[in-house]
């Protein structure tokens, strides 16, 4: 499984689409900011992976030459 943030999201929409239609809506509150939250929390990991993957690969050849100069 590769994004369980969004299903768990998905899950928490449902669950709060149910509450409210059965008037429990400090239940469906909850269940709704809990899908919120981690609806963010797989947008935070999608950047992430995004940022990772679009690292260059020599990062540390440019790190030496940085630290090269600093001590001049």
């Known amino acids: 499984m590769k994004r369980p943030w969004l299903v768990f999201s998905?899950?928490?929409l449902c669950v709060a689409a149910m509450s409210l239609l059965t008037r429990h809506i400090d239940f469906a509150?909850?269940?709704g900011v809990a899908g919120a939250v981690s609806?963010?929390?797989?947008?935070?990991q999608g950047m992430r992976q995004r940022v990772l993957e679009n690292e260059p690969q020599d990062s540390e050849t440019?790190?030496?030459g940085e630290d090269s100069e600093d001590s001049k």
């Open 62 to 64: 440019e790190d030496e």
């Open 10 to 12: 998905a899950v928490c």
């Open 39 to 44: 609806w963010f929390l797989d947008l935070r």
């Open 29 to 31: 509150f909850v269940a």
